[in-house]
T-cell receptor, first 116, second 112 residues
């Protein structure tokens, strides 16, 4: 398996523009997570899905952020409009819970977002 | 709510020395405890994990211990090498939620 795939790897945009980040989880994984990482706030969980259904979006900072998972192999995180304080590395991760046992959560390479 | 506290935030050791990072968790139902290593500019990667039915686990130079009564777990790295320099994150999870609660991270510097 290629692992968790994210695109783009780098994104530079201007304040006010819409930004869409993309993620393909590992095949067969039933959980998908979106994280944001900054020096100031560390690694923050934004939202996660189970079987394509959003379970907990309490980490989404504002209404400007939205996430979707239309099928088991694709998810998007959208920021509209973007602001300079959204600059961060955004990671997607996935894992499988088999029965009552949680398995390794794998991270994608991340998208480094810079909002000017 | 669920919380994981990690200490220290920074740790500097001489090459060859041991390093210990400690975490405490709040949810007594937590039963899975992974440790991730994140090198500069890279993604977090799992280095070792432990489940609540085990008290200790070793993998070469790294080991993790778990004290369920005290609700804390620790990462031990022996014979440290410069390539061990990175940020280390602990995490805790209850399997029925599928999500990990991460600690704040420890920046480990191994001086040659």
């Amino acid at each position: 398996d290629a692992g968790v795939i994210q695109s783009p790897r780098h994104e530079v945009t201007e304040m006010g523009q819409e930004v869409t980040l993309r993620c393909k989880p590992i095949s067969g994984h039933d959980y998908l997570f979106w994280y944001r990482q900054t020096m100031m706030r560390g690694l923050e969980l934004l939202i996660y899905f189970n079987n394509n259904v959003p379970i907990d979006d309490s980490g989404m900072p504002e209404d400007r952020f939205s996430a979707k998972m239309p099928n088991a192999s694709f998810s998007t995180l959208k920021i509209q409009p973007s602001e300079p304080r959204d600059s961060a590395v955004y990671f997607c991760a996935s894992n499988k819970v088999a029965g009552r046992a949680m398995n390794t959560q794998y991270f994608g390479p991340g998208t480094r977002l810079t909002v000017l | 709510g669920e919380n994981v506290e990690q200490h220290p935030s920074t740790l500097s050791v001489q090459e060859g020395d041991s390093a210990v990072i400690k975490c405490t968790y709040s949810d007594s139902a937590s039963n899975y405890f992974p440790w991730y290593k994140q090198e500069l500019g890279k993604r977090p990667q799992l280095i070792i994990d432990i489940r609540s039915n085990v008290g200790e686990k070793k993998d070469q130079r790294i080991a993790v211990t778990l004290n369920k009564t005290a609700k804390h777990f620790s990462l031990h790295i022996t014979e440290t090498q410069p390539e061990d320099s990175a940020v280390y994150f602990c995490a805790a999870s209850t399997s029925n939620t599928g999500k990990l609660i991460f600690g704040q991270g420890t920046t480990l510097q191994v001086k040659p």
